[in-house]
């Protein structure tokens, strides 16, 4: 569900796939465009991180840069509200 604004719909299975330079997470819990914008700049403001792309039909996030970690990218979700990932690793598109 939403957290933010409680728009709320199931979760996605989470995980996370290194495609380069880019790292693909899953998150559950975006429904909506508050979401986005919420996880986009949480982690945005990660040191490193160059670039934040959230598809929200797909539950997952790209993010592109150096020098961040997993467990980062994570503080930056829960700041957000949401859930970042499990071990199954996301499909990348």
Same mark, same amino acid.
């Given at each position: +569900? @939403? /957290?933010? @604004?409680s728009c709320g719909t199931a979760d996605n299975a !989470?995980?996370?796939k290194e495609t380069g330079g880019e !790292?693909?997470?899953r998150v =559950? *819990? +975006?429904t909506c465009g508050h979401c986005v914008s919420s996880v986009s700049a949480e982690i945005g403001e990660v040191t490193g991180v160059s670039d934040v792309r959230v598809d929200l039909a797909g539950g997952s996030v790209t993010? /592109? *840069? /150096? *020098?961040?970690s997993d467990e980062e990218i994570r503080a930056a979700v =829960?700041?957000?509200g949401y859930t970042l990932g499990g071990v199954s690793p996301a499909v990348a598109s």
């Amino acid at each position: +569900m @939403c /957290t933010a @604004c409680s728009c709320g719909t199931a979760d996605n299975a !989470s995980a996370r796939k290194e495609t380069g330079g880019e !790292s693909v997470y899953r998150v =559950d *819990g +975006m429904t909506c465009g508050h979401c986005v914008s919420s996880v986009s700049a949480e982690i945005g403001e990660v040191t490193g991180v160059s670039d934040v792309r959230v598809d929200l039909a797909g539950g997952s996030v790209t993010v /592109t *840069g /150096t *020098g961040f970690s997993d467990e980062e990218i994570r503080a930056a979700v =829960d700041r957000a509200g949401y859930t970042l990932g499990g071990v199954s690793p996301a499909v990348a598109s």
